[in-house]
């Protein structure tokens, strides 16, 4: 069987991804280059792109695809 995109069907919400885009949160793992993150009380799997950020280090999402969402710090 088939679903697709064509037909309506998508994985997850585009707009949640452009929602997430901006905010800003703190690690709460190290991210090396993954880890978790808490961001306006909710805790997410987040990746940086190649840097290692500490614990408890402020940073912001810088993009966002589904499951996939990168972060920088500030």
Same mark, same amino acid.
């Given at each position: 069987?088939? /679903?697709?995109?064509?037909?309506g069907?998508?994985s997850?919400?585009?707009?949640?991804?452009?929602?997430? /885009?901006?905010?800003e949160?703190?690690?709460?793992?190290?991210?090396?280059?993954s +880890?978790?993150?808490? @961001?306006?009380?909710?805790r997410?799997?987040?990746i940086?792109? +190649?840097? @290692? /950020?500490e614990?408890?280090r402020p /940073?912001?999402i810088?993009?966002?695809?589904g499951s996939r969402?990168?972060v920088?710090t500030?």
């Open positions: 069987n088939e /679903i697709k995109a064509s037909e069907y998508t997850s919400s585009r707009d949640a991804d452009d929602e997430r /885009i901006g905010k949160g703190v690690t709460v793992s190290y991210l090396r280059p +880890g978790i993150a808490m @961001f306006e009380g909710q997410l799997n987040v940086t792109d +190649g840097e @290692f /950020i614990a408890q /940073i912001k810088v993009e966002a695809r969402v990168v920088r500030l």
